[in-house]
């Protein structure tokens, strides 16, 4: 990339700086909106809930004599040593120290958050690299910047512009919300679930 094409870059930025009062305030909202954004996509991405009760529709990876065996159903109980679960109207329970993956369906949510993300990583790395590739700038030119310079400036332009499309793009895609939790909490509830062609199961289960 010439020197011209970063002048130019530099230049669209610099100007938010001579713009009039009302276009700098714009400017500022601007900003102060995708630091909002960002938080938030990182909050979003980062924070689950540890909540898991009898009702609660879980996938786990549990470990069996015939290997590892991926199971989906309604939480049934939740005991100090094991969980039992629903699958297609069929009790399994699995020994707490069987179990190697765990997550609890939260719902469906728009991917917002995932979009943002993405988009910053692949924004970044697509303008470093660019940057990069391109090399010390060379010649009689005003400006002249080494490759490491125009890295870090075009993957900061690209993490930026990258993490606004992605955020626009995830906004329009809804999907299945999982949050994986690390281990199993025992939480004092009484519950009532009704099995399909099994009547009822009562579970009880309290934390010391």
């Known amino acids: 990339m010439s020197s011209r094409t970063m002048l130019v870059l530099l230049g669209l930025i610099a100007s938010a700086t001579s713009l009039p009062a009302q276009s700098e305030a714009l400017g500022t909202a601007l900003g102060v909106g995708y630091v909002v954004l960002g938080v938030g996509a990182i909050h979003r991405l980062t924070s689950g809930s540890d909540d898991v009760r009898v009702g609660s529709v879980v996938r786990a990876t549990a470990r069996t004599?015939?290997?590892?065996?991926?199971?989906s159903g309604s939480v049934i109980?939740?005991?100090?040593?094991s969980l039992t679960l629903d699958v297609d109207s069929t009790l399994q329970r699995i020994a707490r120290w069987d179990l190697r993956s765990?997550?609890?369906y939260r719902g469906t949510e728009h991917k917002w958050a995932q979009g943002w993300a993405a988009g910053f990583i692949?924004?970044?790395a697509l303008g470093a690299v660019a940057g990069y590739a391109s090399g010390d700038d060379k010649?009689?030119?005003f400006l002249q910047f080494t490759a490491t310079q125009k890295a870090g400036f075009l993957g900061a332009f690209g993490a930026?512009?990258?993490s606004l499309i992605g955020s626009l793009i995830g906004a329009a895609v809804a999907?299945?919300?999982w949050d994986h939790l690390d281990r199993l909490p025992l939480a004092p509830s009484v519950s009532v679930v009704p099995l399909a062609h099994?009547?009822?199961?009562v579970s009880a289960h309290v934390r010391f």
């Open 65 to 71: 004599p015939r290997g590892l065996v991926a199971l």
């Open 77 to 81: 109980a939740i005991d100090a040593d």
């Open 102 to 104: 765990f997550d609890v």
């Open 122 to 124: 692949a924004g970044g």
């Open 139 to 141: 010649g009689n030119d």
């Open 160 to 162: 930026l512009s990258g």
């Open 175 to 177: 999907g299945d919300r």
């Open 198 to 201: 099994r009547g009822v199961a």
